[in-house]
């Protein structure tokens, strides 16, 4: 019956090592993919408004296409098709529709740079940023945010027959939205994954600590013991 015992708590404690170290694994690898994904979507975003300046100012638009067509092929070659005319092409365009690095940061939370590439196509400014809030706000792959897109989800809505200023205000407050509610369950996951546990853990090691007094207790304060501790712990 001892072995068995032993068996059953040794069973218990490799569930609860497992379940920690699982749990560890998911964190890290969400956290290194959320890394990953800002520095893809930072770095085009940097590449996009680097030769966007070639395109503006006084520069000829002959000689702004060139410089995209020659780095562009450079990059390729160096880097790989990730970095060809097309892809180019569209970081600089990415950065001409998002030109504020603080509005694409904040975006960058829910959105991949995939979701972008779905996104930039659209040619009207607040149908753009209805769907990029609302990728946010509902947490849509790029495979919704596709259909979504296909089934003409904003001019269904009653927020695209309103005022210009009126759409610009409500998606600010839809991507605010967001954010607050991702700041609340960060704070939710921290509490559980490590306040919580930490709290337990100093709560079984006073209640062994008092366990342990107790049984070395004689006369009252045995019987006080034996009759209130368990009510207690």
């Known amino acids: 019956e001892l072995i068995m015992k032993k068996e059953i708590l040794i069973a218990a404690n490799m569930d609860k090592i497992y379940d920690e170290i699982n749990a560890l694994i ?10 990953v994904n800002d520095a893809i979507i930072s770095l085009n975003w940097g590449i996009g408004k680097r030769l966007s300046v070639e395109l503006t100012g006084n520069n000829k638009p002959e000689y702004g296409k060139k ?5 562009s092929k450079r990059l390729e070659q160096e880097y790989g098709s990730g970095f060809d005319k097309t892809s180019i092409s569209r970081m600089i365009k990415f950065y001409q529709e998002f ?22 196509p659209i040619q009207d400014e607040l149908k753009r940023d209805f769907y990029a809030a609302m990728c946010m706000q509902e947490n849509w792959s790029v495979r919704t945010l596709r259909e979504r897109k296909k089934s003409m989800l904003y001019e269904r809505t009653a927020i695209s027959k309103k005022p210009e200023e009126t759409i610009k205000n409500e998606i600010k407050e839809h991507i605010l939205d967001s954010v607050q509610e991702d700041a609340k369950n960060a704070t939710i996951s921290w509490l559980h994954t490590t306040v919580l546990p930490a709290v337990k853990e100093v709560a079984d090691a006073y209640t062994v600590a008092l366990q342990e007094s107790a049984g070395k207790e004689t006369g009252w304060n045995k019987f006080r013991d034996q009759c209130f501790l368990p009510t207690l712990i």
């Open 99 to 120: 030109p504020d690095f603080e509005k694409v940061a904040t975006l960058s939370q829910q959105l991949t740079w995939s979701h972008f590439v779905e996104i930039l």
């Open 26 to 35: 998911r964190e890290k690898k969400t956290n290194v993919k959320k890394v």
């Open 67 to 71: 410089v995209v067509a020659e780095v």
